[in-house]
């Protein structure tokens, strides 16, 4: 026995390694049957068992069954679901319609003292609750109703006064007029994780300015409404300026105070903005903003706004920088090379590994698609940053590289795990089978590949090349192809273990000619030779 644990430290280490990977037989959790086992079987093994039991909660039937028999009655009541209306005379809009019925709770009785004693047993083990829209109410087998008075019958301030982590769908996890009033017992002081999705925003104005006083300690704050209005925008910023100690923030929107605020916030390490509509004021004050800013992530936004959010961004560690629902309908080659060139000049060339960038796939198309095409000339400002690990972009009008700029780009990045060039409208590839040899050779690290190119020369130099066994994936878009079984030749002496993948469009739609048809079946076959050429090698 190590001399420096005591007995309980070491039944929760035993306890930690039971596995919690999900597996179940005859739809009981393996993982739950043998920790309630456990917990059964001695005092030393209970409390650990129980609070491994009760750690994590998906929904409140379990608290709600700690009660006594005869507290709650059984009623069917209609479930809500979501259905569109095209009635109004101003297009389709959601609304909720009454579904399968399902069984909800009642009070039959008011609480006592009493009937706490169970429930408080376990309530203080939650340290994470995940209420969503697939429970019913939120709550499963409890009603809101119910679950309210509940609340209001509580011994003390918290229900669960060690929790966590609480993420909360407020859509239709409660009444809208029981919602302001059921939240605050389920906050605790020491909540460092909460998600909220709220169903209108002008709830927002009631729930989210008074969270900072109930939860101190939050770092990672998720907040999203499903409409987007002044209001949820005013209520987040207003709970942003509040947090001291805030290290991750997902928001719908940001307004120009809550800007202020995060880019002097010496904490945030990461930040995504869900709707980056907004047209910030930017100075030019060379004081450092977001200095710890490790990841960026926008949803929907525009070129224009990107490049002005990342005037501010300086010398900060950005290891992630992703934009993946940007309009393009008037985003040149020109302005996304300003883009990168910018994002090349504000961080640090050691720091950035992950970039990911997609064009809105409704964008409007372009007047002069060749200008919008992504090229050797909009990658090369990326290629300073030598620690490039992921690397996804996908432009509107198509991809239009050689095979010179694939070698520039290997060479560039020799750590790449996962490589993926595409676009929406199809370009005719240029880069032929010898970039597959320069990824093997530059590349020893890389496992998934997405690239168009054309096969239709099968070069003989794969002899030369040592195997790399990491690939895994390989998509070649419409890769024009002649010879297939050269081809997988080719493939499987540079990459043995890779499968190889391309027209994957004609899985599902119709082709346009006969020849594309033709091109998808040799790579059909291409990758049949693979399967049976590593089957060979493995025997």
Same mark, same amino acid.
């Given at each position: 026995?190590?001399?420096?644990?005591?007995?309980?430290?070491?039944?929760?280490?035993?306890?930690?390694?039971?596995?919690?990977?999900?597996?179940?037989?005859?739809?009981?959790?393996?993982?739950?049957?043998?920790?309630?086992?456990?917990?059964?079987?001695?005092?030393?093994?209970?409390?650990?068992?129980?609070?491994?039991?009760?750690?994590?909660?998906?929904?409140?039937?379990?608290?709600?069954?700690?009660?006594?028999?005869?507290?709650?009655?059984?009623?069917?009541?209609?479930?809500?679901?979501?259905?569109?209306?095209?009635?109004?005379?101003?297009?389709?809009?959601?609304?909720?319609?009454?579904?399968?019925?399902?069984?909800?709770?009642?009070?039959?009785?008011?609480?006592?003292?009493?009937?706490?004693?169970?429930?408080?047993?376990?309530?203080?083990?939650?340290?994470?609750?995940?209420?969503?829209?697939?429970?019913?109410?939120?709550?499963?087998?409890?009603?809101?109703?119910?679950?309210?008075?509940?609340?209001?019958?509580?011994?003390?301030?918290?229900?669960?006064?060690?929790?966590?982590?609480?993420?909360?769908?407020?859509?239709?996890?409660?009444?809208?007029?029981?919602?302001?009033?059921?939240?605050?017992?389920?906050?605790?002081?020491?909540?460092?994780?909460?998600?909220?999705?709220?169903?209108?925003?002008?709830?927002?104005?009631?729930?989210?300015?008074?969270?900072?006083?109930?939860?101190?300690?939050?770092?990672?704050?998720?907040?999203?409404?499903?409409?987007?209005?002044?209001?949820?925008?005013?209520?987040?910023?207003?709970?942003?300026?509040?947090?001291?100690?805030?290290?991750?923030?997902?928001?719908?929107?940001?307004?120009?105070?809550?800007?202020?605020?995060?880019?002097?916030?010496?904490?945030?390490?990461?930040?995504?903005?869900? &709707?980056?509509?907004?047209?910030? *004021?930017? @100075? !030019? %004050?060379?004081?450092?903003?977001? +200095?710890?800013?490790?990841? /960026? $992530?926008?949803?929907?936004?525009?070129?224009?706004?990107?490049?002005?959010?990342?005037?501010?961004?300086?010398?900060?560690?950005?290891?992630?920088?992703?934009?993946?629902?940007?309009?393009?309908?008037?985003?040149?080659?020109?302005?996304?090379?300003?883009?990168?060139?910018?994002?090349?000049?504000?961080?640090?060339?050691?720091?950035?590994?992950?970039?990911?960038?997609?064009?809105?796939?409704?964008?409007?198309?372009?007047?002069?698609?060749?200008?919008?095409?992504?090229?050797?000339?909009?990658?090369?400002?990326?290629?300073?940053?030598?620690?490039?690990?992921?690397?996804?972009?996908? &432009?509107?009008?198509?991809?239009? *590289?050689? @095979? !010179? %700029?694939?070698?520039?780009?290997? +060479?560039?990045?020799?750590? /790449? $795990?996962?490589?993926?060039?595409?676009?929406?409208?199809?370009?005719?590839?240029?880069?032929?089978?010898?970039?597959?040899?320069?990824?093997?050779?530059?590349?020893?690290?890389?496992?998934?590949?997405?690239?168009?190119?054309?096969?239709?020369?099968?070069?003989?130099?794969?002899?030369?090349?040592?195997?790399?066994?990491?690939?895994?994936?390989?998509?070649?878009?419409?890769?024009?192809?002649?010879?297939?079984?050269?081809?997988?030749?080719?493939?499987?002496?540079?990459?043995?273990?890779?499968?190889?993948?391309?027209?994957?469009?004609?899985?599902?739609?119709?082709?346009?000619?006969?020849?594309?048809?033709?091109?998808?079946?040799?790579?059909?076959?291409?990758?049949?030779?693979?399967?049976?050429?590593?089957? /060979?090698?493995?025997?």
């Amino acid at each position: 026995m190590h001399a420096a644990l005591e007995i309980p430290e070491i039944v929760q280490a035993v306890f930690g390694q039971i596995d919690h990977s999900p597996q179940s037989i005859g739809g009981y959790d393996l993982d739950i049957r043998t920790l309630a086992v456990l917990a059964r079987t001695c005092s030393a093994f209970c409390d650990p068992a129980l609070d491994l039991l009760w750690a994590e909660q998906r929904d409140l039937g379990a608290l709600m069954g700690c009660f006594p028999n005869g507290l709650f009655v059984e009623v069917e009541t209609p479930l809500l679901r979501l259905t569109e209306n095209d009635n109004s005379g101003e297009g389709a809009v959601l609304k909720a319609v009454p579904g399968r019925t399902v069984k909800d709770l009642h009070m039959r009785r008011p609480i006592t003292g009493g009937d706490w004693e169970r429930p408080l047993v376990y309530s203080h083990r939650v340290k994470t609750l995940h209420l969503d829209n697939t429970s019913v109410a939120g709550i499963k087998s409890a009603s809101t109703s119910a679950f309210y008075d509940v609340c209001l019958a509580l011994p003390g301030s918290h229900l669960f006064p060690n929790l966590r982590d609480l993420r909360i769908s407020l859509f239709f996890s409660f009444p809208e007029m029981q919602c302001d009033r059921v939240v605050p017992f389920l906050l605790a002081p020491n909540i460092e994780r909460i998600k909220i999705f709220l169903k209108k925003s002008d709830r927002a104005s009631h729930i989210l300015p008074t969270l900072a006083e109930r939860c101190p300690s939050i770092a990672y704050l998720d907040i999203s409404c499903w409409d987007d209005a002044d209001a949820e925008r005013h209520a987040a910023s207003v709970l942003i300026q509040q947090l001291r100690h805030l290290q991750e923030l997902c928001v719908k929107n940001l307004n120009q105070a809550a800007f202020e605020y995060l880019r002097r916030l010496p904490t945030l390490t990461a930040l995504l903005v869900e &709707r980056h509509t907004t047209n910030l *004021l930017v @100075d !030019d %004050d060379e004081t450092d903003s977001f +200095s710890s800013l490790k990841s /960026l $992530e926008f949803g929907e936004t525009t070129l224009d706004r990107l490049m002005e959010f990342m005037k501010v961004i300086r010398k900060c560690p950005l290891e992630r920088f992703e934009a993946r629902n940007v309009e393009e309908s008037t985003a040149t080659t020109e302005m996304v090379v300003r883009l990168f060139s910018t994002l090349a000049g504000q961080c640090p060339h050691t720091s950035l590994r992950t970039i990911e960038y997609y064009a809105r796939i409704f964008s409007n198309p372009p007047s002069e698609p060749t200008d919008y095409v992504l090229t050797g000339q909009t990658l090369r400002p990326l290629f300073c940053f030598m620690s490039m690990v992921h690397v996804t972009l996908y &432009r509107l009008s198509g991809i239009d *590289l050689t @095979d !010179d %700029d694939v070698f520039e780009l290997a +060479s560039a990045w020799p750590r /790449l $795990e996962l490589l993926s060039l595409g676009g929406f409208n199809h370009v005719p590839s240029r880069v032929t089978l010898h970039a597959l040899s320069v990824f093997a050779r530059c590349c020893p690290r890389l496992a998934s590949l997405s690239l168009a190119l054309n096969a239709s020369l099968v070069p003989d130099n794969s002899a030369d090349i040592p195997p790399q066994h990491l690939m895994e994936y390989i998509y070649l878009g419409r890769a024009v192809i002649t010879a297939p079984a050269r081809v997988a030749q080719y493939v499987a002496a540079m990459f043995p273990a890779t499968k190889v993948n391309a027209w994957a469009n004609l899985e599902a739609d119709a082709p346009r000619n006969v020849q594309e048809r033709v091109y998808h079946d040799r790579w059909q076959i291409v990758q049949e030779h693979l399967v049976a050429i590593r089957s /060979l090698n493995n025997n």
